[in-house]
Nanobody, 123 residues
Framework: QVQLVESGGGLVQAGGSLRLSCAAS????????MAWFRQAPRKEREFVAA????????DYVDSVKGRFTISKDNAKNTVHLQMNSLKPEDTAVYYC????????????????WGQGTQVTVSS
């Protein structure tokens, strides 16, 4: 089945930028859709952005619109999350997720998950 590996997290000052990457591998090829979620301590896992593998349409939570951009590299089976103008409230563990059906904003709809990468934004 699908294995997802995130990278690119780190510590950055408010106003700075980071680019997260999620590499997908394993299993027989089948078009699938991918999303980014994040989870801060003592908070529920929150939808951030999603992208359709076929067609490339995207969806963003309102709090990151204009600051974050999700993109994909079909040849490398990789999805990216470019995060600009980072705020302390963006601090969380960021997870890559995938499913074969239409992208949604609900974490419980996704059946493949990466291990997460920590993003910390200091004031």
């Amino acid at each position: 089945q699908v294995q997802l590996v995130e990278s690119g997290g780190g510590l950055v000052q408010a106003g700075g930028s980071l680019r997260l990457s999620c590499a997908a591998s394993g299993g027989t090829f089948r078009p699938y859709n991918m999303a980014w979620f994040r989870q801060a301590p003592r908070k529920e896992r929150e939808f951030v952005a999603a992208i359709r593998w076929t067609g490339g349409s995207t969806d963003y939570v309102d709090s990151v619109k204009g600051r974050f951009t999700i993109s994909k590299d079909n040849a490398k089976n990789t999805v990216h999350l470019q995060m600009n103008s980072l705020k302390p409230e963006d601090t969380a563990v960021y997870y890559c997720a995938a499913r074969f059906l239409v992208p949604t904003r609900q974490a419980q709809d996704y059946n493949y998950w990466g291990q997460g990468t920590q993003v910390t934004v200091s004031s």
